[in-house]
């Protein structure tokens, strides 16, 4: 299937684990959509309780790393060129700012 001249493909995989790690790393109404996803699979989503190391921005990385590898890797596919870029910043942003994840 084409899109624009550009196929679907293991590429485009890229668009959806980055969609995926922004979903884990938003937040709606001062609530962290990550939190929701991690207690509903009845996973820990703070290593305290409330306080101590948010485990979202660990998961949110884990959906950037392998979108950025994958849309590095397949540039001919939709999608995958503008999520590899996206991937690149997210995972900066992250990076600069994973002192914000220690809640003491």
Known sequence: ???????LGIGT??????????????SFRNICIGDY???GIGLKSWSNGDSGIHYTVFYSLAFFIPSFFIGL??????????????AIISGTIIFCYSGQLLNW
Do not use: H, P, Q
């Not at 995989?13 to 938003?26: C, E, N, T």
């Not at 890797?73 to 996206?86: E, L, P, V």
């Open 1 to 7: 299937m084409k899109i624009r001249n550009k196929e």
């Open 73 to 86: 890797n397949y540039k001919d596919n939709f999608g995958s060129k503008a999520r590899y870029m996206s």
């Open 37 to 39: 996803l991690l207690n």
């Open 13 to 26: 995989i890229s668009l959806v684990l980055f969609i995926v790690g922004v979903l884990f790393g938003i």
